[in-house]
């Protein structure tokens, strides 16, 4: 028999259902796959044994009295901390936030909760949700299972790592940056990056106000490793508003599209070059769509070099809480301290020329999306141009210096709100390979679709030991 710790979020949810696996057998078996796997990645910062064991308990005994339960009824969850989860600290990676327990769950974290699924955790992250590492100095760096050299990406590769290696079917974490879909391509997993306002996020947080930027090109959103458990958590992430003032309450499945659906694989980024075995995924990815009755064909996404620049101005002006705030060196890892003195000058130069009005840029941006999208809805392009880096290259300035190029058509999906799956195609080397699947504003459903048909060929790649 599969393990139970091997098995996906709608695999558990349907044994524990048929009453064929409990609850608490359910938690117990990732419990120890914790203890037997993370000393060697560090991906989970934080576990909640007591509590999620007695969770499971009550949801075994609920069960046993002939109640209604959640369909995500015993499912472990992880959880990233930069997002509050009753009694547990919010830490976002930094020291000086070790202490700052959250009063209540975020919202998709209570949704979740109401569905039956069980947090078991807390994930690493780097300080700030601000490198494309997972490192800190509260907590230490997370390793990539695949490659001990080669980076788990973030910000939520304490997840990636975690649900790679089968201490979580189910992970929860965000994305403002490709912060869910970088540390997928890294680790070889599926992240879902939903539109704007899907998932709602609240203006306060235990660990201070949610910048602007953050509010709008940040979305919470599942990592697992099926594309159908990323259906199901996230159909149970979207209902509670939170006082969240993006949030729109849209019906998760929109109108049929007329087929064959059209696919605009992006190759050219404006410029950036992109690595033979990150083209040979989307060469692979194409393939298989093309093969199940998809439309494919090549294309270029509109004002992509400006929309990677309006995306960096906007974080650049609102990023950033206005108040009092002790020097980053204060607080922050040497490694990040080395990382943003490498990385700002580049970020500047990032921003191009200045817009008189970022956000009338974008909305201009948008509408030039919205009609390449209107033909060809939905869009197949990498997540970065090329695979996870080495250990360290990250500090290094000569080959920081081409970052934002590498990842334009990932922020721009940020930039415009809209809905992103990343999904594994197969390996090179000793690393995992995933392509992005984007599609229309509140049109996850088709990104999951196109998604599904793609895993169904190419394979799930984990989960894994650590190699």
Same mark, same amino acid.
């Given at each position: 028999?599969?393990?139970?710790?091997?098995?996906?979020?709608?695999?558990?949810?349907?044994?524990?259902?048929?009453?064929?696996?409990?609850?608490?057998?359910?938690?117990?078996?990732?419990?120890?796959?914790?203890?037997?796997?993370?000393?060697?990645?560090?991906?989970?910062?934080?576990?909640?044994?007591?509590?999620?064991?007695?969770?499971?308990?009550?949801?075994?005994?609920?069960?046993?009295?002939?109640?209604?339960?959640?369909?995500?009824?015993?499912?472990?969850?992880?959880?990233?901390?930069?997002?509050?989860?009753?009694?547990?600290?919010?830490?976002? #990676?930094?020291?000086?936030?070790?202490?700052?327990?959250?009063?209540?769950?975020?919202?998709?974290?209570?949704?979740?909760?109401?569905?039956?699924?069980?947090?078991? #955790?807390?994930?690493?992250?780097?300080?700030?949700?601000?490198?494309?590492?997972?490192?800190?100095?509260?907590?230490?760096?997370?390793?990539?299972?695949?490659?001990?050299?080669?980076?788990?990406?973030?910000?939520?590769?304490?997840?990636?790592?975690?649900?790679?290696?089968?201490?979580?079917?189910?992970?929860?974490?965000?994305?403002?940056?490709?912060?869910?879909?970088?540390?997928? !391509?890294?680790?070889?997993?599926?992240?879902?990056?939903?539109?704007?306002?899907?998932?709602? !996020?609240?203006?306060?947080?235990?660990?201070?106000?949610?910048?602007?930027?953050?509010?709008?090109?940040?979305?919470?959103?599942?990592?697992?490793?099926?594309?159908?458990?990323?259906?199901?958590?996230?159909?149970?992430?979207?209902?509670?508003?939170?006082?969240?003032?993006?949030?729109?309450?849209?019906?998760?499945?929109?109108?049929?599209?007329?087929?064959?659906?059209?696919?605009?694989?992006?190759?050219?980024?404006?410029?950036?070059?992109?690595?033979?075995?990150?083209?040979?995924?989307?060469?692979?990815?194409?393939?298989?769509?093309?093969?199940?009755?998809?439309?494919?064909?090549?294309?270029?996404?509109?004002?992509?070099?400006?929309?990677?620049?309006?995306?960096?101005?906007?974080?650049?002006?609102? #990023?950033?809480?206005?108040?009092?705030?002790?020097?980053?060196? =204060?607080?922050?890892?040497?490694?990040?301290?080395?990382?943003?003195?490498?990385?700002?000058?580049?970020?500047?130069?990032?921003? #191009?020329? !200045?817009?008189?009005?970022?956000?009338?840029?974008?909305?201009?941006?948008?509408?030039?999306?919205?009609?390449?999208?209107?033909?060809?809805?939905?869009?197949?392009?990498?997540?970065?141009?090329?695979?996870?880096?080495?250990?360290?290259?990250?500090?290094?300035?000569?080959?920081?210096?081409?970052?934002?190029?590498?990842?334009?058509?990932?922020?721009?999906?940020?930039?415009?709100?809209?809905?992103?799956?990343?999904?594994?195609?197969? =390996?090179?080397?000793?690393?995992?390979?995933?392509? !992005?699947?984007?599609?229309?504003?509140?049109?996850?459903?088709?990104?999951?679709?196109?998604?599904?048909?793609?895993?169904?060929?190419?394979?799930?790649? =984990?989960?894994?030991?650590?190699?």
């Amino acid at each position: 028999m599969t393990e139970l710790w091997a098995l996906g979020a709608w695999d558990l949810a349907d044994l524990i259902r048929r009453g064929e696996a409990s609850c608490r057998e359910v938690i117990e078996a990732h419990l120890r796959r914790i203890d037997d796997v993370n000393p060697r990645v560090n991906a989970i910062t934080v576990t909640s044994g007591e509590e999620s064991l007695a969770a499971a308990a009550a949801a075994d005994e609920a069960r046993a009295r002939g109640e209604a339960v959640g369909p995500l009824c015993g499912v472990p969850m992880t959880i990233k901390e930069n997002i509050d989860v009753e009694g547990s600290a919010t830490t976002m #990676g930094i020291v000086a936030l070790r202490e700052a327990r959250a009063p209540a769950d975020a919202p998709p974290i209570a949704e979740l909760r109401s569905a039956g699924a069980i947090p078991i #955790g807390r994930t690493n992250m780097p300080e700030f949700g601000m490198r494309w590492h997972t490192d800190n100095a509260l907590h230490g760096p997370t390793v990539n299972p695949w490659s001990a050299e080669h980076t788990p990406g973030g910000s939520s590769g304490g997840e990636a790592a975690a649900v790679a290696t089968g201490m979580s079917p189910l992970g929860i974490g965000n994305d403002g940056a490709g912060s869910l879909r970088w540390p997928a !391509q890294c680790c070889g997993v599926s992240a879902l990056k939903p539109s704007l306002g899907r998932v709602a !996020q609240v203006g306060e947080r235990v660990s201070g106000p949610t910048p602007f930027a953050f509010q709008l090109l940040g979305v919470h959103g599942p990592i697992a490793r099926h594309v159908r458990d990323l259906r199901l958590a996230f159909g149970h992430m979207c209902g509670r508003p939170g006082g969240d003032p993006w949030h729109a309450p849209v019906a998760l499945h929109g109108p049929p599209l007329p087929a064959p659906v059209r696919v605009c694989v992006v190759t050219y980024l404006d410029g950036a070059e992109t690595a033979p075995e990150v083209a040979a995924a989307l060469t692979r990815a194409a393939a298989i769509l093309a093969d199940a009755g998809y439309l494919v064909e090549e294309g270029r996404a509109p004002a992509l070099a400006r929309a990677s620049e309006i995306y960096t101005q906007i974080m650049s002006n609102h #990023g950033r809480v206005h108040r009092e705030q002790p020097p980053v060196e =204060t607080i922050a890892s040497p490694g990040f301290v080395r990382f943003w003195e490498v990385y700002e000058p580049i970020w500047t130069r990032a921003a #191009g020329e !200045q817009a008189f009005d970022p956000m009338m840029e974008r909305a201009s941006i948008a509408r030039l999306w919205s009609a390449w999208m209107s033909r060809t809805p939905l869009v197949l392009a990498p997540i970065r141009t090329r695979p996870a880096f080495r250990v360290g290259s990250d500090l290094d300035p000569r080959w920081l210096a081409d970052w934002p190029d590498t990842m334009r058509m990932t922020v721009a999906v940020n930039l415009l709100g809209l809905p992103s799956v990343a999904v594994p195609v197969g =390996t090179a080397g000793a690393l995992p390979q995933a392509v !992005q699947i984007i599609g229309p504003r509140f049109r996850e459903d088709l990104c999951l679709d196109a998604a599904e048909v793609v895993e169904a060929s190419a394979g799930a790649l =984990t989960p894994i030991d650590p190699r």
